[in-house]
């Protein structure tokens, strides 16, 4: 079973940093693409940051120079750096990959549980 456990959301003052971490597990899972999505109350999902297994990266607009996405193959997590957090990216924030497991002929979506962080004073 692929299971996908975020952890680090949390309230946090304007200006702050916080790091969202993602660790993917299931027996002979294998993923490329990792990313984060976001859902603020009475919005739709959105992409926050996105990065392929080559190092291609893709972000939002909204957080393009703010937050950064990494993955550790070794330790099969993803991380979300948030720096200079505003109030309006207060929201559940979504891990994601792209994977297959065995025999390894489809790829699809899978998704973490949501983690919230809230940015206020």
């Known amino acids: 079973q692929v299971q996908l456990v975020e952890s680090g959301g949390g309230l946090v003052q304007p200006g702050g940093s916080l790091t969202l971490s993602c660790v993917v597990s299931?027996?002979?899972?294998?993923?490329?693409?990792v990313g984060w999505y976001r859902q603020a109350p009475g919005k739709q999902r959105e992409l926050v940051a996105f990065r392929s297994s080559y190092g291609i990266t893709n972000y939002g607009e909204s957080v393009k120079g703010r937050f950064g996405v990494l993955r550790d193959d070794a330790r099969n997590t993803v991380f979300l750096q948030m720096n200079s957090l505003r109030p309006e990216d207060t929201a559940v924030y979504y891990c994601?990959?792209?994977?297959?497991?065995?025999?390894?002929?489809?790829?699809?979506?899978?998704w973490g549980q949501g983690t919230q962080v809230t940015v206020s004073s």
């Open positions: 994601n990959v792209v994977g297959s497991v065995v025999p390894y002929t489809t790829w699809n979506d899978y």
């Open positions: 299931g027996t002979g899972f294998r993923f490329n693409g």
